[in-house]
Nanobody, 124 residues
Framework: QVQPVESGGGLVQAGGSLRVSCTAS????????VGWFRQAPGKGREFGAT????????LYADSVKGRFTISRENAKNTVYLQMNSLKPEDTALYYC?????????????????WGQGIQVTVSS
């Protein structure tokens, strides 16, 4: 059992940066692949980025590639999403999720454990 918990969201102006973090209030993130998803108001949940347990494989959605960076520190049981050059369309509830399957996954159905989400709002 793993319970992800997100932190670090907030309000930022367009063009600014923000870092959100994911840790676990129950269990550990170490040894598992972790992904970041987001859901904007009135839209479905979409994939953002994912990283394998050992950081050897990383995948980004086209919408965030080149602006967002996912990383992790297993010793701190934490996964980060550094978001730069933020746009108003990045405004969403951001979720951290863990999957127990091998390799890189981007489908939300493959992720078993989900955090409650944290709000990121980008003003124009």
């Amino acid at each position: 059992q793993v319970q992800p918990v997100e932190s670090g969201g907030g309000l930022v102006q367009a063009g600014g940066s923000l870092r959100v973090s994911c840790t676990a209030s129950e269990g550990t993130l170490s040894g598992y692949s972790v992904g970041w998803f987001r859901q904007a108001p009135g839209k479905g949940r979409e994939f953002g980025a994912t990283i394998t347990w050992d950081s050897t494989n990383i995948l980004y959605a086209d919408s965030v590639k080149g602006r967002f960076t996912i990383s992790r520190e297993n010793a701190k049981n934490t996964v980060y999403l550094q978001m730069n050059s933020l746009k108003p369309e990045d405004t969403a509830l951001y979720y951290c999720a863990v999957h127990l399957l091998g390799g890189i996954r981007s489908r939300d159905a493959d992720f078993r454990y989900w955090g409650q989400g944290i709000q990121v709002t980008v003003s124009s």
